[in-house]
């Protein structure tokens, strides 16, 4: 039995695809982690979700998702995906007890080492079989096996038997990155909370929830429904994200994303909620499904299409401004026509 069995409900997948970059592991752990569901429950989405998700991602990262592309995942980008795909992170210090304590506390870690560290204690031995002198390597910890052996879910180890348990005091850790749940409450620190308690369904503080309409009111009078009802009330739901306006329709959903296609649309103070209609390749999984859209991506995107209809504006205006100052001045050269005709007029002898 396990020390600490795997803290969400998750599945294995390869991450070698054909004709694919061979270094998409961290886009692959990011994936597997967004995927997965409560323990107990399914994954929130199927495995070819996760493989989509992944190739999507390395190519809007790392270009051209190719076998010679040999990019790979820097913190920096870590970070960045997660939240503008909707989630949170927490970095935390990159040592096998740190890593632990967070494992205890029921949130997986992703981790970066150095590939001639990883030792999986069932092998015994190294999982690879390739040359790993000088390669790194992500992947996610979901639980310990014992001390500090913890269960990992591997999408480059081809065994049987996973969760792998790997030696996590002979790992040469990079990096540690706490991937946030959003069943769970966002850290306020690295250091890792002593108990959490999975997130109580219900309404959030001082809004209404109506069980017959199913529908929340918040606050400040403006209602959630259907799909992004739900949502909130799956508990841990900022009593003070409240939506800014009502549930609409919008084509394309994402200006930043046109491949999400139409769908429902919903912002709130903080993030903003979505429902694909049609979503094309890579998207289809998220068909009829709640997503948090990226609202830092579509914010920019807003802006440059402001930007450019203004810039539109000012030229049109320009023009406008061009063609009245060359009217007033036809006017005044008309003007002048006329006094000089005038002129000859009256100069004719009678």
Not at 102 to 108: D, F, L, T
Not at 166 to 186: E, I, N, Q
Request: proline letters at 9%.
């Amino acid at each position: 039995m396990a020390e600490v069995p795997e803290i969400m409900s998750c599945f294995d997948f390869n991450q070698l695809q054909p004709n694919e970059s061979l270094d998409q592991c961290g886009f692959a752990a990011t994936a597997l982690c967004f995927a997965a569901g409560p323990p107990g429950s399914d994954p929130r989405h199927p495995v070819q979700w996760a493989i989509q998700m992944m190739a999507a991602w390395y190519t809007e990262f790392d270009g051209p998702n190719i076998l010679s592309n040999k990019s790979g995942m820097e913190d920096w980008q870590l970070y960045k995906l997660i939240v503008e795909k909707g989630g949170h992170y927490q970095s935390i210090d990159p040592h096998a007890e740190s890593i632990a304590s967070w494992i205890r506390a029921k949130y997986p870690v992703i981790v970066a080492v150095t590939e001639d560290s990883v030792y999986d204690v069932h092998l015994p031995g190294k999982p690879y079989t390739w040359n790993t002198a000088g390669l790194d390597h992500i992947f996610t910890v979901t639980g310990i096996d014992h001390g500090h052996v913890f269960l990992c879910r591997d999408t480059v180890n081809q065994h049987s038997g996973s969760p792998y348990s790997y030696d996590g005091d002979k790992l040469v850790y990079l990096s540690a990155t706490v991937f946030v749940p959003d069943w769970l409450p966002r850290p306020t620190s690295a250091i890792a909370p002593h108990a959490t308690a999975v997130a109580t369904p219900g309404a959030p503080a001082g809004w209404h929830y109506d069980p017959v309409k199913k529908e929340l009111t918040a606050p400040n009078g403006v209602k959630v429904a259907l799909g992004f009802c739900d949502e909130v009330m799956k508990g841990n739901w900022p009593a003070g994200c409240h939506p800014v306006v009502a549930q609409y329709y919008r084509d394309p959903l994402e200006d930043s994303n046109p491949a999400l296609g139409p769908g429902d649309q919903q912002p709130f103070n903080d993030r903003v909620l979505g429902y694909p209609h049609n979503p094309q390749q890579p998207y289809e999984g998220l068909k009829n499904k709640v997503i948090v859209e990226y609202a830092g991506k579509e914010l920019v995107a807003a802006r440059q299409i402001a930007d450019a209809r203004w810039q539109q504006v000012q030229k049109y205006y320009n023009l406008s401004k061009q063609l009245h100052d060359t009217a007033v001045a036809l006017q005044a050269d008309n003007a002048k026509l006329q006094a000089d005709v005038l002129a000859l007029q009256q100069a004719l002898p009678k």
